[in-house]
């Protein structure tokens, strides 16, 4: 399943009030924090409203995610709420713009470009237990960005006979400049006997990553590395 939004139709003008008392203690900061994201338009993708006071408050708080490329600084960063009901916004230009990408979520892997113009952002919705896994590719060569949302699909090896909390990882990818690509994942679950397994499953783009397919099982552990346009960031 996919989604496709233009940020710029989107975007809401950061010159209004924000309904957040920037005088509240930290514990009534991240409440009001969480109830002010419930209220947003929680679809991925979707532009916050005073993007750049939501940001301050999430610095005061301390929950600011960055990410860096050989010691760059990527031109994005994550707010995460430690709140229930909160959820994860991703600032781009921080504080300039802000973007919902999932209640309850969590980052998991970010791969950016040479030029760090382009990001892939791997994130699981966890309120419930772990979700799908969930992908977020930005595109910033335009001031506001391009986000193409995307939930992958669980494999059909995992939570056979009912839900049993298995899901699936990344653990490399890359696209080319031809617009093929992969994602490599892995599962550890446990069999009937409680010994851990691990499955390993790979999902194929031919169209830059606008859609991909459904997981293929592999019989053996992926490599190590994936050529292409791509490379694995790090949190600052």
């Not at 005061?60 to 990527?74: A, F, M, V």
């Not at 992958?152 to 090896?157: I, K, N, R, W, Y």
């Not at 691990?198 to 099982?217: C, H, I, M, V």
């Amino acid at each position: 399943m996919k989604r496709l939004f233009l940020a710029a139709l989107l975007t809401v003008p950061l010159n209004l009030t924000l309904p957040l008392n920037a005088l509240a203690n930290d514990t009534d900061l991240e409440t009001q924090l969480a109830e002010a994201f419930m209220a947003y338009d929680l679809s991925c993708g979707a532009a916050i409203p005073h993007a750049a006071r939501a940001y301050q408050s999430y610095q005061q708080l301390k929950r600011i995610e960055t990410y860096q490329l050989n010691h760059k600084p990527l031109p994005f960063t994550t707010g995460t709420s430690s709140v229930a009901g909160g959820g994860l916004i991703l600032f781009t230009q921080p504080p300039s713009y802000g973007y919902v990408l999932g209640g309850g979520s969590s980052v998991l892997e970010v791969y950016t470009t040479h030029d760090l113009k382009r990001a892939a952002l791997f994130y699981m919705v966890t309120s419930e237990g772990p979700g799908p896994l969930e992908l977020l590719l930005l595109n910033q060569h335009s001031s506001p960005p391009t986000l193409h949302c995307l939930t992958l699909d669980t494999p059909e090896d995992l939570n056979k006979g009912g839900w049993k909390m298995e899901y699936s990882l990344p653990v490399n990818f890359n696209i080319n400049d031809l617009g093929k690509g992969i994602i490599y994942t892995r599962a550890d679950i446990e069999d009937a006997m409680g010994q851990t397994q691990t499955l390993w499953f790979a999902y194929y783009t031919q169209d830059g990553g606008n859609t991909w397919s459904k997981p293929e099982r592999l019989m053996q552990a992926p490599p190590s590395t994936v050529a292409g346009l791509y490379q694995k960031a790090q949190t600052h």
